[in-house]
């Protein structure tokens, strides 16, 4: 698998690619060396976005040839402005927290967050480059060389708007599901046969994940706890928690004067689900 030429990323100022926990010796030579990488706000961290690789890692080990070799948090850029979205500096600090105190295998790498909006694909694109062209791959216990493959690992409800025509280019889709592939992680109120609707050519490299325990989680609802002076503990880290409230973060929406006007849908639905059950303070 080929990378991009160096000249294709433009990196941040001081950065520096993260591998300290990527295994570069392939414990089983028969297998495919993977990465998975998840992208997306992290706003903030939970122990869902955690918990999505150990299911990988479970269906990976029990499913398929591929073996686990790395796994990344890739927290989105700022200009994603999608409203009540903390600082970039902030989401990495919190990801590197939750993955140093609460994982021994996951890493962040910052790259996404502290430049411009990046597209999905161009995202695998860099990891790509980073470990297979400057770390050079990785190398059986034999001392062969191997290219590692990287792979999207997301939630059915991400996966659903692949399938919305005008949301996703072809070439991007094709890059993301054709060249790398994605393990998807079944999401409560996502379908995950309709979450992989439209997308049949590149199904040979989807991987559907069912959640044995349901989980719905979310950044939205932990930041809504957290306006309404609710515990969010034993939702995300201690030390993320701490983080939070030693910075000041998730006061508000976030989105200013107009907040309503400014609204996203999924927080309007988290509103809805906490007062449904009974769980929102009115205030």
Not at 47 to 58: I, P, S, V
Not at 120 to 133: G, M, P, Q, R, S
Not at 165 to 184: A, C, E, K, M, Q
């Amino acid at each position: 698998m080929a990378a991009q030429s160096s000249s294709t990323f433009a990196n941040p100022p001081n950065y520096t690619f993260t591998s300290h926990r990527l295994h570069r010796t392939l414990h089983a030579s028969d297998k495919q060396p993977i990465v998975l990488v998840a992208c997306g706000s992290f706003n903030p961290i939970t122990y869902h976005h955690l918990r999505m690789f150990e299911m990988a890692n479970d269906f990976v080990r029990q499913n398929t040839n591929f073996e686990i070799v790395g796994g990344y948090l890739s927290p989105v850029s700022e200009e994603y402005e999608k409203p009540g979205l903390a600082r970039a500096h902030h989401r990495v600090n919190m990801c590197t927290l939750a993955t140093e105190q609460e994982s021994s295998g996951l890493m962040v790498d910052s790259w996404e967050a502290f430049q411009n909006y990046q597209r999905t694909a161009v995202v695998l694109d860099h990891f790509d480059y980073e470990i297979n062209t400057v770390l050079g791959g990785i190398s059986t216990r034999d001392g062969e060389h191997r290219d590692v493959r990287i792979m999207l690992l997301a939630g059915s409800d991400l996966i659903s708007t692949m399938s919305e025509p005008g949301v996703w280019s072809h070439n991007d889709l094709d890059r993301i599901l054709g060249r790398y592939g994605t393990f998807v992680i079944e999401r409560t109120g996502s379908s995950m046969d309709q979450a992989t609707d439209s997308l049949a050519r590149w199904l040979n490299s989807i991987y559907p994940i069912p959640q044995l325990v349901q989980n719905d989680v979310s950044s939205t609802k932990v930041r809504l706890f957290f306006r309404r002076g609710l515990s969010v503990r034993y939702l995300i880290p201690a030390a993320v928690i701490d983080y939070i409230k030693q910075n000041y973060l998730y006061l508000d929406d976030g989105s200013g004067p107009d907040k309503e006007k400014g609204k996203d849908k999924e927080s309007e639905e988290a509103e809805t689900s906490l007062r449904d059950g009974g769980f929102l303070l009115q205030l």
